[in-house]
Each structure stands twice: as C-alpha cells, then as structure tokens.
C-alpha cells in the first residue's frame, strides 16, 4: 500500500517523494501522509483495498461540499483505488490532545454538523450516483428508512443464526417493525447525513475545530439519524449533542428514534465484521428496550 501512495503523489503533484509513514489504519485500507518538496508540500493518501470506495468516498465529499462545511480538500483519485487529499495537521477528537479547549471546539463542532443538516435536498435516499448529490430518490423518510433498516435487519438475522447475536437481538428490532409507523415521522425536509459522524471523524487541535472527514454512506435523510453518534466515542466530552441542540432543536421522541437509529446501525456493523454480541452492543439493545417501553408502556 506504500508504493501505491507514492506512485499517486508522484502522479498527481508530479515530484519525487521526500518522506511517506503510515498515519491510519482499518478495514478499507491505510492512510499515508507524504512530504514532497513540491506545494503544497504534504498530503494524504487513502489507499483502499476495494477500488470501487475511493470513487466512493470521493463521491460523499463532494456531497458534503455542498453545505459549505470544513472538509479536506480533495486533490485527486489515483489508480482507481487512492484518493489523495489535504493533510490535516491535527488529531481526532476522541483522543484529545494535552490541554484541550473541549467548550470551544464542542461549540465549533457543533455548529459544523448543524450547517451540514441544514442543507435541503428534493427527496429522501442514499448518495449513489452524481446524480444523487441534490436529493435522493424516495418521497418520504419512513420509506426510505424502512428499505434501509430492512437490508440491515436481514444482516443481523444471519448473524444471529450464525451464533454471533443472540435470537433476542433479531426480536427485539422486529418489535421496531411493528411499531414503525409510531416511532419515525416525516422530517421537515431531507437534510444532508455524514453517515458516520463520531468524534474519531471529528478533526481538532488543542484549540479548534478543523474539519469532519470519512463520510461514509452519505445521504439525504432524517437529520436526526446520525445524532446518537455525537455521544460515542468521547462526543460527550465536548457537549456536542447539547451544542447542536441549541441551535437545531430535537424532536420530541428524539431519544427513542435515535436508540432505533442505534441499535440497527451498530448490530449491522457487529454483522459486517463478523464481531460476537459484547457489553457495547448491549448497551445499544438495552438503550433500545427503556425507550420502546418509555413510549409505549
């Protein structure tokens, strides 16, 4: 995965490598950060061991810059499975940095993903295509959930039959089903989804908000779908649910929504990954269960 980062920033920057490490990890793939005696001088390499999710994730960035948010700027695709791009000299916000300012970057955040929810889109869908970039293809919110949710449910049923989850995980989301209609209304318009918002996509220094990164999934949606996100991974540290609250007001069964939003999102990426029912995902499942019987006991 090195030398295909050095390949594209030999490519796109036309010039010698000075230095290149490794900056990140996980199941895409690497990022690399390199110098270049070229400007602008650094940039990351996202080298991804699918091809087709650097076309991917190119594509959600273009998503997001439709909402005039801190992104990094994005250079190039390279070789089908690179995707250069500005280095952000900074650390993400769940491993804060010695003396951080957790108030002002919390506030800063915050505001940032208020922006990003604020951009209306013509329909409700995932950001498949250019074609996708001003709204998605559903009419309303419980159709398109629903579609998604589905997918979702069938992954965590193979995964319960594969013994990874108990059968109560599968019964409890079906209780979801029932439900549906109950729990999730029509948003006010299709807001503009991250997909993946938590504090390691959040990018900061000891004093500031620098930028989101890593969409992942974007969509038009309800924009209340990725919030619980904001409370994983050390968000709680800066407030940032209570920040953007402030300036984007939750609804009133925000909390039960958001445990549903939870629970399947969280069981699909235990299911995609092959990980067993743990203490994490119990927490999910146990959030869920006070919720449901919250609203409807």
Known sequence: MENAARQAISS???????????????????????????????????????????????????????????????YSLYGGNCLVMEYICGGNASRPPSGCNFTRIGKQAAADIAKLHSCRGTGYGQILSEADLGGGRYP????????????????????????????DVPLLLENVFARFDGIFGEPEYPALVHGDLN?????INSGSYLCMIDPINSMWGDSEYEL??????????????????????????????????????EAEWYADIGRAQDALLNRFMANLVLALDKYFS
């Open 140 to 167: 309303t919110w419980r159709e398109c959930y629903k579609n998604i949710a589905s997918r979702q449910f069938l992954k965590i049923e193979n995964a319960a039959r594969g013994k990874l989850f108990s059968k």
């Open 228 to 265: 619980f996100q904001l409370r994983e991974n050390g968000g709680d540290r800066y407030n940032l649910l209570q920040n953007y609250a402030v300036l984007r007001p939750l609804s009133q069964n925000f909390e039960l929504k958001s445990a549903c939003y939870a629970a399947f999102a």
């Open 12 to 74: 796109v920057f036309s010039t010698s490598v000075n230095s290149i490490f490794r900056v990140g990890e996980g199941a895409f793939g690497s990022v690399f950060c390199a110098s270049f005696p070229n400007p602008p001088f650094r940039a990351a390499v996202k080298v991804f061991r699918n091809p087709y999710d650097a076309e991917k994730e190119k594509l959600w960035y273009s998503a997001l810059q439709k909402a005039d948010v801190k992104l990094p700027q994005i």
């Open 199 to 203: 504090a390691e996509n959040i990018m």
